[in-house]
């Protein structure tokens, strides 16, 4: 049997009919979906499944997100019954990584993450927030241009380092469009202002931390049943004290992706991405080891083989 790396993605993943095939052939979806929908008082199934203006709203997006990770990894499981070498989250994700190894119960964690989309929104209120996607800068250069940015009285920072020549920043709308040309003179391929009302991963968080901190005191465990990579530190950690710090860190420190796989590739020899393939996108730039994506009943089997 492969070693397997758990893989879980982040805001940006989601999509109308996310995780209705699984609804539609396992009881444990249907259950899971219930529960949920119990958890947060919201219809997930009318969320997930038809054309509606509330998924894209983060406080909504994140549950639904790690529901439909939780139910993929869970039917893995079943069927499985293996320890992951490590579970890794991009940014949301690693409140699903922590579900995986136990840290978290499932309804707990669903509404962990429905109050830190809340807390998130409230935090950038009235302040424009938004984030960018940069193409074919190197790291360097745009944390250098950001500091002089923010020197300027602009309120731009790094945000997720995703792989080699792709980075997201955050911060302030209008100053984002306003160096949109900057950017592209200094040799980015592409520079997009995303459809987003939040800023993550960046100190106009900084409200948002004391009101999440109690949350995880309540829900986490001390049962790592295996490591977690941290997207602040892109180093493992497995006990409860370690993850009350890193997660609220989370919240204004930059998604430390690439560094994170890269750290760790060594111990896995295929990586698992579950309910999302946007991962699996980011590691073929990353890693040489291979990544697939359990997203329907015919992508579980074909997990099945590869991890022979």
């Known amino acids: 049997m492969k070693k397997a790396a758990f893989l879980f993605p982040g805001q940006g993943s989601q999509s109308v009919g996310m995780g209705k095939d699984f609804f539609e052939n396992f009881q444990v979806a249907k259950e899971m979906v219930e529960r949920a929908s119990d958890r947060i008082k919201t219809d997930m199934k009318k969320l997930m499944f038809e054309e509606n203006d509330l998924l894209e709203q983060t406080e909504y997006t994140q549950p639904?997100?790690?529901?439909?990770?939780?139910?993929?990894?869970?039917i893995f499981e079943n069927e499985m019954n293996i320890k992951s070498s490590f579970a890794l989250g991009h940014s949301l994700g690693e409140f699903s990584a922590l579900v995986s190894v136990g840290a978290l119960d499932f309804e707990d964690a669903v509404e962990l993450v429905h109050k830190r989309g809340l807390l998130m929104k409230k935090a950038c209120e009235g302040k424009g927030a938004g984030m960018m996607a940069l193409l074919g800068l190197e790291d360097e250069k745009v944390e250098n241009m950001c500091e002089e940015f923010r020197k300027e009285g602009k309120k731009i920072w790094p945000a997720n380092y995703n792989s080699d020549g792709q980075i997201v920043v955050a911060g302030i709308k209008e100053d984002l469009k306003a160096v949109e040309g900057i950017f592209k003179a200094e040799g980015a391929k592409r520079a997009i202002v995303l459809n987003m009302s939040v800023a993550s991963h960046c100190p106009l968080l900084e409200s948002a931390v004391s009101g999440l901190r109690p949350y995880l005191e309540e829900f986490l465990k001390d049962e790592f049943l295996s490591k977690v990579i941290s997207n602040v530190t892109a180093k493992e950690y497995s006990s409860k004290k370690e993850a009350l710090d890193l997660l609220t860190?989370?919240?204004?420190?930059?998604?430390?992706?690439?560094?994170?796989?890269?750290?760790?590739?060594?111990?896995?020899?295929?990586?698992?991405?579950?309910?999302?393939?946007?991962?699996?996108g980011l590691n073929r730039k990353i890693t040489k080891k291979p990544t697939i994506s359990v997203t329907d009943t015919a992508s579980l089997e074909n997990s099945f083989e590869s991890i022979k």
Do not use: C, T
């Not at 639904?64 to 869970?74: D, E, G, R, W």
């Not at 896995?268 to 991962?279: K, P, R």
């Open 249 to 280: 860190k989370q919240l204004v420190m930059p998604v430390k992706y690439k560094q994170s796989v890269r750290n760790y590739e060594d111990e896995a020899d295929v990586f698992i991405e579950f309910g999302g393939s946007v991962l699996r």
């Open 64 to 74: 639904a997100i790690l529901l439909v990770s939780s139910i993929a990894h869970k």
